[in-house]
């Protein structure tokens, strides 16, 4: 079993945050870029960013990529949300020198079919304005295999950018995405009307947390072509509402594709986001689903 460390609660000044919360609530996607953590919150209009530096006590700082804040109302906010879900670091590319960010909507629903491309600068800050994708093209072949769809983590390992479609007790199946990258760059770069379909889709039994059936909710790439996922046990039936948290894990995929190790965390948090921020130490962030509950930064040591 993983035991966690607590880091700190991803605080945000009230005055930058568009509710007037002293804190993300619902942080997912884990990335970083250099000296930087990134992490998209699915109920904002914002990323947030902040230093990775274990030791440092600042706020969270957002960066806007829509305009427009969302309603006050938990509900109402939850119907309009793009559910920005899945952030992924994209290398250098025609007119991203530096490289760029991508935010992947889940495709849950109709309004959650959209990316936004985040340039990065030399310091690996944001750059110009995000530029919206629609995702329907991408999406619309993947509902053949999976009705509900729910695309929580995205990332390039080897040539290939990785979706991972979460499970959950309708649909258990959890599925690894893989596109050839250098098509997909070409349809990001608007050299390409549409784009192209999956090279490959893989399906991964995880098993369970208690009775409820594990989901990815992230993915991090590994030297050598290999991959790792955060998976959380959500007491939930599709993947609109949200349920209690059952267990969570962490798990090992071999540069072959194949799964090699699942470990439980202790305390089942509710992992949405991971990444790797060197000397051994896997970062994680947490969504509670609960707007007055900050989420948290947690890290342990690898292996």
Partial sequence: ???????????????????????????????????????????????????ADEGAAQRVQLHRILPGDLPESKGKRKALKPD???LALLPAMPGHPHG?????????????QQAFLISLD???????????IDLTELYQPLRAEFADLNIEGAFIAGQHLH???RGNKGDGRNACIEYAWADIQTWISRAQASPSRA???????????????????????????????SAVAEDTSDSYNDGACAGSSIGWVGGDGKLQRLEPIEGAP???????????????????????????????ELD
């Fill in 84 to 86: 920005l879900e899945a």
């Fill in 199 to 229: 090279h490959r889709i893989t399906e991964f039994a995880l098993g369970q947390g208690g009775d409820v059936p594990l989901g990815f909710t992230d993915g991090t790439p590994l030297p050598g072509g290999g991959w790792m996922f």
């Fill in 270 to 300: 509710k992992v949405e986001g991971i990444a790797l921020v060197g000397d051994g130490r896997l970062w994680m962030v947490t969504d509670s689903d609960d707007p007055e509950i900050a989420s948290q930064l947690l890290a342990f």
């Fill in 122 to 132: 030399a310091d690996g800050k944001p750059g110009a304005a995000a530029r919206s």
């Fill in 1 to 51: 079993m993983l035991t966690p460390v607590h880091l700190r609660d991803l605080l945000v000044e009230p005055t930058q945050h568009p509710r007037d919360q002293a804190h993300l609530s619902a942080a997912s996607g884990l990335v970083r870029v250099g000296r930087w953590l990134y992490v998209v919150a699915d109920d904002e209009h914002h990323l947030g960013m902040l230093e």
């Fill in 163 to 165: 979706l991972l479609q």
């Fill in 100 to 112: 760029a960010l991508l935010a992947l909507g889940s495709g849950s629903k109709p309004n959650r």
